[in-house]
């Protein structure tokens, strides 16, 4: 089965949902959550969303449901936010561009993931994906990571994939499927192949039905960052020892016919 044989199938399993506008959205929508992750082969999209019509409305971003997404991220020459990850220390910091070609916007967002595991995440408008940064983008570099100046950070890693947003009917509850992920450091470029990442994003840990749904296909829940993955993959000279076993993983998933 081929990539092509891969987005229909999803398309045909896309057009069994609801839809809602992103313009009709709350805006920063849980921008303060707990996020859970899995992996898994694209070809399983269909299976795993099935499923979920009579709970979640697919959301519809000026006439498209997979989206393009770009992001630049940004590191300390020492690439401390990479080396804390791979430590695995619980309060880690993602500063990063993202950009939604479709709709010609771009922000320049602060991800900051705490002890508990509580994901916040704030972002301002931004100009395209500029650096260095203008003295606006600088001052919210400053507020939100002060422990960091803006001036020492510098381009490091662009990831780019596709994905489809779905929103619980209650509101409650968001989860993005996303692939076709490619990523590259100057000259150097490589992507995951037919890796998918399935995130549920919730106030508050708690079983719903795309959770459910997981466990009933026996799909559980996998700690991996395509930041710290793609940085790993493109520069063997950084330490990833404790990301080992997501490599195997995605290894694994890959060869699935």
């Known amino acids: 089965m081929n990539s092509e044989i891969y987005i229909s199938n999803l ?3 896309l057009a069994a949902f609801s839809q809602i506008n992103l313009a009709d959205m709350p805006n920063e929508v849980l921008m303060k959550r707990l996020d859970r992750k899995y992996a898994f082969h694209i070809s399983r999209y269909p299976e795993i969303i099935g499923q979920l019509t009579d709970h979640y409305l697919l959301i519809n ?3 498209l449901v997979i989206s393009p997404y770009n992001s630049l991220y940004f590191d300390t020459p020492e690439k401390i936010f990479y080396q804390n990850h791979q430590r695995g220390f619980k309060n880690r910091i993602k500063i990063r561009y993202r950009s939604y070609p479709h709709t010609k916007t771009t922000f320049l967002e602060a991800k900051v993931k705490n002890n508990k595991d509580i994901t916040s995440k704030e972002r301002v408008l931004a100009d395209g994906m500029n650096w260095p940064f203008s003295i606006e983008l600088r001052n919210f570099v400053k507020e939100k990571v002060p422990d960091f100046c803006p001036d020492t ?5 662009r990831i780019d994939y596709d994905r489809i947003g779905f929103i619980a009917k209650s509101g409650d509850e968001r989860f993005s499927l996303d692939f076709n992920i490619r990523f590259s450091m100057g000259s150097k470029s490589s992507d995951f192949g037919s890796l998918a990442i399935l995130e549920v994003k919730q106030e508050h840990i708690h079983s719903s039905s795309v959770v459910r749904r997981m466990r009933q296909l026996g799909l559980s829940e996998f700690s991996l960052s395509k930041y710290c993955m793609a940085m790993s993959a ?3 000279a ?3 020892n404790n990301f080992k076993t997501i490599f195997k993983k995605i290894q694994k998933i890959n060869h699935v016919k």
């Open 11 to 13: 398309n045909g399993a």
């Open 238 to 240: 950084l330490k990833s």
């Open 61 to 63: 971003a000026e006439g």
């Open 234 to 236: 493109l520069d063997p």
């Open 153 to 157: 950070l510098i381009p490091t890693t």
